[in-house]
């Protein structure tokens, strides 16, 4: 038995009896409910973690250890997200294959992991990178490819259902998400198609399809990247250049299940930020499609969507995206110079920074004209980047007095703007049609109000071909492939027809996995194809047919890999029917908010799919999701003179007395703000041996700022190096105590020491520091000792049920320090003291487990302590006595007695005599539990 609190020598000790006991290994067991909670899928960087990583797997691992205590089987598994770009990257510069880098980079975060006593089931562990893993992505790829939606039934079915659908009726009137082109067909020209021509028509209805897409390509990376992976224009890894451009990729056709994926936010408790931004991504729209003939052009028509049909008699501009596929043909000769040059500049701009800027104007005159159908006004076409071409139609009519941008377009370029309503002369009435007014200037809706004239309007237009009422949404279909070779392969190659085109097919879900081929280089091929395609002339299916190049996004193997938890080695399904039905969905999810309109979208279209199948009995795959908050770096600073001969600094309460630079210094070789000289000298090649430094009080002070941590700012503090110095347990108790769990706060590793005492005044329960001998005592608890450790077991539960993190930790400081101030070493008390503190401080607990003789094995399958209230009553109460309304003495008397027997008892009290002074009180008035008033007549 250990009688110092050796932390290194616990903490390693029970890290080894948990991996060798396989203590966290979860069962589908019937017998016990069940909880499942899951971190978000990391991706291991070469960088591995630093402090600010752990804080929702803390948090996480809190909650599976607290439920284990509670009776339920735990799920809480671990896995890495591993197929990605900056692999890749690396592998491009050095001709290293990714698998080698990313293996590396595991066995790290592992390390890491491990180390802070996370009770993972590692039996579990998956990596969308493996064979074995990416084979179930590649297989749900093939049952989208192999659906379409049914907009009757509202749920995704199988291909074959529309095939007896098209031989049956065929495709008019059909209810279907598809491709808007598609051309509606009958029975009977379904029936008399080839074989290839039926193929053909029906990858207009796949839920996976292929599709020319505008989308965000990186040159230097040689690949499509996805909207959160571009910032301000540049690639978030390796800041390059990122541009639009069309291209022939797969895509997923999320769109259908935009009214579940808004449904589904009011059945899961995420946070309401969370559901906004999905539901503004997401965008729902109620409107109206319009059509414009263009003039001198007979066989095109510009469609545009607009929620206010209303408003078209005062459009007075027409917009298109300038990647819009009609713009050359559209540009007249005069124009085409200045188009040319507006293209290309708009294809350096990233979709958010377009669709986001609305102060800023930019635009060119094609110098084309459309019609506008209710009134036969000519209406100039403008290019404006603000318009998208895959969003809606990739055209938008401009009423400059019905919204602020197109108000400020047409400012900007000398454009009139008609009023529409009487009476409401600013922007924002116009734009409100809850608004009173009657339209003016507007033919057939002139006089009427806002629903008469909307109503009137979509009736005409449909009446006359030229329009119709329409549900459309902001989102669009999810790009589905990217240009690189560190990704899923998509099992599909491609096939001449009679007629020689090249069409998907699937291969034979047999042949899954379909394995990345071997390439002699990580790059682009020389004539612009994806790395894939260097093994094009060996890597052929059946040895005839092209695989596709391009390999699946990030998104994918991470859009499930819940599921693959449930049963990780099932080499015969995803998971087992048994493991589905019994985890069903995760009970709590935490991760970044920063996942909101990606990762999390994309899971709740991948989830709703499954159940659409019958692979899934969930709708929602998580039920509870918690965003935790960023912990923010503490820079450090040092003071450089400008302008000095001899490389000087300068302390900080110094600076403001000389000309400085102040310059980010590393915070790893900084304590309580204080620097040490010979580190600093030694990290840095721009400090001289003989560099000077002016302190103070023989000090070199740092300043301090609260920053994001980064290796630019030398803010990052690695937990390898606190948990040598402190250990895990500390770590994990520091970071909760910090602060909520999802807000921001501020690192500072000046201050944990204070958990670490924490935890030495826990140790100091059970061992005297002095002789290292045992204090526990098998003793009666005192009630001012249950009344304190009750105090802490209701307390404890009723945060960590409410996901309250860090005020688990003040209450068990208090109690710890109560039960000092008291003294008590007694066993019963301590034993479920230390099971409290055992989800926060694993190693320390099971060791004190241990200490108490305990014969469980593990801490972590004890139960939960019950809070009992009657601990908590008072028996006395500790009543003011009070002569003619002035409080002079305290009395405590039991909570039963009667204000009779109270009374009595105050009377004959020695203190009281005293104070009467021989007098008779005229009257004794008893408030029971408030004051006892004794009144003495004058």
């Not at 005020?807 to 000092?820: K, P």
Request: charged share 25%; proline share 5%; net charge negative.
């Amino acid at each position: 038995m250990r009688t110092e609190y050796q932390f290194r020598e616990i903490e390693k000790a029970w890290q080894s009896f948990w991996e060798a006991n396989q203590t966290f290994q979860a069962k589908v067991n019937p017998a016990k409910p069940k909880y499942y909670v899951l971190d978000m899928f990391p991706y291991p960087s070469g960088a591995g973690l630093h402090v600010g990583h752990p804080l929702g797997y803390i948090a996480s691992d809190i909650m599976a250890r607290y439920k284990r205590l509670q009776g339920y089987e735990v799920l809480h598994p671990m896995g890495f997200d591993s197929f990605g770009l900056p692999a890749e990257q690396y592998a491009i510069q050095t001709g290293q294959h990714p698998a080698i880098t990313t293996e590396q980079n595991i066995a790290r975060y592992i390390e890491q992991l491990k180390n802070m006593g996370f009770s993972f089931d590692w039996s579990r562990e998956v990596r969308t990178s493996d064979a074995s893993y990416y084979k179930w992505t590649q297989w749900i790829f093939m049952q989208l490819f192999n659906s379409w939606y049914n907009q009757d039934s509202d749920k995704a079915e199988s291909i074959e259902t529309l095939k007896t659908i098209l031989g049956a009726k065929g495709s008019i009137g059909l209810k279907a998400v598809c491709d808007e082109e598609v051309t509606r067909i009958t029975a009977e020209q379904w029936n008399t198609m080839s074989a290839d021509e039926q193929y053909a028509y029906l990858l207009s209805f796949r839920l996976a399809y292929l599709d020319d897409s505008v989308v965000n390509w990186c040159p230097q990376l040689g690949t499509v990247l996805a909207n959160d992976e571009v910032k301000d224009g540049v690639s978030e890894r390796g800041g390059y250049p990122v541009e639009q451009k069309k291209m022939r990729q797969w895509s997923m056709r999320i769109t259908a299940y935009a009214d579940r994926l808004l449904r589904g936010l009011d059945e899961v408790d995420w946070a309401d930020s969370l559901k906004e931004q999905q539901r503004n991504w997401i965008g729902k729209s109620i409107g109206t499609d319009v059509e414009f003939a263009i003039e001198n052009v007979s066989d095109k028509k510009i469609k545009v969507f607009t929620t206010r049909v209303d408003t078209i008699y005062g459009v007075s501009f027409m917009v298109l995206a300038p990647e819009h596929e009609w713009v050359s043909e559209l540009t007249t000769p005069a124009q085409k110079v200045a188009v040319e040059e507006y293209v290309n500049w708009a294809k350096t701009r990233s979709e958010l920074d377009r669709v986001s800027e609305v102060k800023t104007v930019s635009g060119v005159f094609t110098g084309t004209y459309v019609i506008n159908p209710v009134n036969q006004e000519r209406v100039p076409l403008f290019l404006a980047d603000y318009v998208l071409a895959g969003y809606g139609t990739g055209a938008v009519m401009g009423v400059p007095s019905g919204d602020q941008r197109d108000w400020n377009f047409a400012k900007h370029f000398d454009l009139p703007i008609p009023a529409i309503l009487d009476g409401q002369k600013d922007i924002e009435k116009q734009a409100d049609p809850t608004k009173e007014g009657k339209y003016i200037h507007s033919g057939m809706i002139n006089g009427m109000g806002y629903k008469e004239a909307t109503d009137t309007l979509i009736t005409w237009l449909e009446a006359n071909g030229i329009g119709k009422g329409k549900v459309q949404y902001r989102m669009r279909n999810a790009v589905f492939s990217r240009q690189r070779y560190w990704g899923e392969p998509v099992p599909v190659y491609f096939k001449p027809t009679a007629s020689g085109d090249l069409l998907p097919y699937l291969i034979e879900e047999s042949e899954l996995p379909l394995e990345l081929p071997k390439i002699d280089k990580y790059l682009p091929t020389e004539t612009g194809e994806p790395p894939l395609g260097r093994a094009a002339a060996d890597w052929k299916y059946k040895g005839q047919y092209d695989y596709e190049w391009s390999t699946m996004p990030g998104w994918a193997g991470s859009s499930w890999y819940w599921y693959r938890y449930m049963d990780a080695t099932n080499s015969g399904e995803f998971a087992s029917k048994e493991a589905i039905n019994y985890w069903k969905a995760v009970d709590l999810y935490i991760g970044g908010s920063e996942h909101a309109t990606g990762h999390l979208l994309y899971s709740r279209f991948w989830n709703k799919f499954l159940k659409d199948l019958g692979y899934v009995p969930e709708e929602e795959f998580a039920k509870k999701l918690i965003n935790q908050g960023m912990i923010q770096g503490r820079s450090n600073f040092v003071y450089r003179l400008k302008d000095s001969a001899k490389v000087t600094f300068v302390s900080h309460g110094l600076k403001d007395q000389y000309d400085v630079a102040a310059l980010h210094v590393d915070v790893n070789i900084v304590e309580n703000d204080v620097l040490d000289l010979e580190a600093f000298k030694k990290s840095r090649n721009d400090v001289p041996a003989d560099a000077e430094f002016i302190l103070e009080d023989g000090k070199y002070v740092c300043g301090w700022e609260v920053e994001k941590m980064s290796k630019s700012k030398f803010n990052v503090v690695n937990p390898d190096d606190l948990i040598a110095k402190y250990g895990a347990d500390t770590l994990r108790v520091y970071e909760m105590f910090l602060g909520p769990l999802e807000q921001f706060k501020p690192w500072n590793t000046n201050s944990i020491s204070g958990s670490h005492n924490f935890l030495r005044k826990v140790w100091r329960l059970f061992f005297d520091d002095n002789t290292n001998t045992v204090k526990v005592v098998d003793a009666p608890a005192t009630p001012e000792e249950l009344k304190v450790l009750h105090t802490a077991i209701r307390k404890v539960q009723d945060d960590l049920d409410r996901f309250s993190f860090n005020t688990v930790v003040s209450t068990l400081m208090i109690c710890v320090n109560d039960l000092g101030a008291l003294k008590c070493h007694k066993k019963s008390v301590l034993r479920e003291l230390v099971i409290l503190l055992s989800p926060y401080a694993p190693h320390i607990a099971e060791e004190l487990w241990a200490a108490l003789g305990e014969q469980e094995g593990s801490i972590s399958y004890a139960s939960f302590p019950t809070f009992n209230a009657a601990f908590l009553e008072e028996n006395d109460f500790n009543y003011p006595i009070s002569f003619n309304g002035k409080v002079k003495l305290t009395l405590a008397f039991p909570v039963t007695a009667t204000p009779a027997e109270i009374e009595a008892a105050v009377l004959a009290n020695e203190q009281v005599t005293k104070h009467l002074e021989g007098k008779t009180p005229s009257k004794v008035i008893v408030v029971p539990k408030r004051i006892v008033n004794i009144v003495l007549g004058k």
